[in-house]
């Protein structure tokens, strides 16, 4: 009996790691050899991402944003996304919420702005998955980043490289 229970157990391991089921992270590398991203365009007031080739936009997704959509991010902790130009900077491949992409908010006239105010800009914004953080919670729900769902951030994360600028529009 305990034999039929370990050949029954094998075959089960087996055909899961088969399936995949065993390479979550591996899978979660895309790989694309399309036209280069040479933007990123945010339309806060839209709640859209676009990834530009020259003016052509290759993709469009739905986005969430800061629980505080409107206006600038000025200080840490006020929950805003930033408004813009910036770059993609950084990747996170082990990210909290799936993938992640860095945008290199802040700036010197972000942190001058802060500095006025006698506080910190604020920082580690960027676009990512969800990883299951959001359910249950309005559609703007980040601490000032830019969310889109797991399959599109691995998308993303494939077709964008650093140092593609991003310009955040009110």
Known sequence: MRIIRTILAVALVANLAACGLFDRQHSKFRSYDGPEVTQLLVKKADRKLYLLHGTTALKVYDIALGAEPIGHKEVEGDMRTPEGLYWIDRRNPDSNFHLSLGISYPNE???????????????????????????????????????????????????????TPIMILP
């Not at 972000?110 to 299951?132: E, M, N, V, W, Y």
Request: glycine share 14%; proline share 5%.
């Open 109 to 163: 006239a972000d942190t001058a702005r802060a500095s006025t105010k006698g506080k910190l800009p604020g920082g580690d914004i960027f676009i990512h998955g969800q990883a299951g953080k959001n359910a249950g919670l309005p559609p703007d729900w980040t601490e000032g980043c830019i969310a889109v769902t797991d399959d599109e951030i691995e998308e993303i994360y494939a077709m964008v490289r650093n140092g």
